[in-house]
């Protein structure tokens, strides 16, 4: 019998596998489409690495942990996947980004620079500052390359014994009291079979719904398009020139961007807002109009050098929790989940690995991980 089953190899799922296969346990990765794919949240060629948490200061220790797994991961496959960049976070000195930022640096020693208005301007040009807005430089935080990341995680799984399957969708599973039973099919032949396991972990993303019925709330998969434009003078963009940034307006919204990368030939930008409502399976792949507007003003307003031609546009999606942090816990005796990354998870992948695999395995973690439990909710 597996010790476990992992649904979903995708960004928290490949890195759940890479933890189990590396404390030795027999585990099972299942994953619907390719691995990786860019059917869900994790293609785009970027992610923000940040540990100064505006979000919640309790993330921190996880941030130093993934940090350090990320670099681990690095020395043992001989692959660059976390590139520092630095974080430059702008916004209003009475908003949010800034000072909750602030907060959670001081709270936890991480190091952060406070920019002044004229040296802001002097570092970095390319952006236009309203009074009253305020800077600061995380000099340690950057980017992760995540289609790569998740790849080699998942390779990293297959080399310490794990299996992967792609292309073979769960369809429903069951507690018999003594393991869990798996009802799975083989998309290529249509083949359906059933597998047990001691336990089962759900990586799903925006497919959790389907397959996990008690979580006792609803997650809300929303659509998500980001967009590459080329500026005006693309050295002053280039990777090594220019930080990662994340931006607040004047009227609180959140945007953020990317350098230039070997990748993309334009500068990454983004919205970080709740989008439109979708189907995972029906999610509207086509860049429109109104996706590239709050960008193309955003640009205007704060980065006119970047404003420059469109090189390129994606859709991800986003599975949002109802208060937009993470859920890692079990669900029932046998079962484990982490769902819910509403757009900011990516960075966390392979401290969340090592979560579910203590949970899967020893039916608890010692990781500061319980502000992401169920019981938030008032779940059990």
Not at 15 to 30: E, H, I, N, W, Y
Not at 106 to 134: K, N, S
């Amino acid at each position: 019998m597996l010790d476990a089953i992992v649904v979903g190899v995708g960004t928290m799922g490949a890195a759940t596998c890479d933890a189990l296969a590396r404390r030795g346990a027999s585990v099972l990765g299942l994953e619907q489409f390719d691995i990786p794919h860019a059917l869900g949240a994790h293609h785009g060629h970027s992610r923000l690495f940040r540990t100064a948490y505006f979000e919640h200061p309790d993330y921190v220790p996880l941030l130093r942990e993934a940090f350090d797994l990320w670099q681990d991961l690095e020395r043992r496959t001989a692959r660059r996947l976390l590139l520092v960049t630095g974080v430059l976070y702008v916004g209003h000195e009475e908003g949010e980004l800034v000072p909750r930022t602030l907060a959670s640096a001081r709270a936890h020693d991480v190091p952060c620079e406070t920019l002044a208005p004229e040296t802001l301007a002097d570092r970095f040009p390319a952006f236009r500052v309203p009074p009253g807005f305020a800077a600061l430089l995380e000099p340690h935080a950057g980017l992760v390359l995540p289609e790569l990341a998740v790849a080699t995680l998942a390779s990293e799984a297959i080399r310490h014994g794990g299996q992967l399957r792609a292309h073979e969708r769960v369809l429903d599973w069951r507690d018999t009291g003594t393991s869990v039973l798996v009802r799975a099919r083989r998309d290529p032949d249509g083949q359906e079979y059933e597998i047990e396991a001691r336990s089962i972990i759900f990586c799903c993303g925006a497919w959790t719904s389907r397959l996990a019925h008690d979580l006792g709330h609803r997650l809300h998969v929303t659509r998500q398009p980001v967009a590459w434009f080329g500026p005006g003078e693309p050295a002053a963009f280039d990777l090594g020139a220019f930080p990662c940034w994340a931006f607040e307006s004047q009227s609180r919204e959140f945007f953020y961007g990317i350098p230039i990368l070997p990748s993309s030939p334009g500068i990454k930008v983004g919205a970080h807002a709740t989008g439109r409502p979708t189907d995972p399976d029906l999610v509207d792949r086509g860049i429109h109009a109104a996706d590239l507007d709050p960008l193309r003003r955003f640009l205007a307003e704060h980065m006119p050098t970047a404003d420059g031609p469109l090189l390129g546009a994606a859709v991800c999606t986003y599975t949002n929790s109802p208060d937009g942090h993470f859920i890692v816990d079990r669900i029932g005796a046998r079962a484990a989940i982490a769902c819910g990354f509403s757009g900011h998870g990516f960075k966390f992948a392979p401290v969340i690995g090592e979560i579910l695999a203590d949970l899967a395995l020893e039916g608890r973690t010692s990781r500061p991980a319980s502000f992401l439990s169920l019981q938030r909710f008032g779940a059990a």
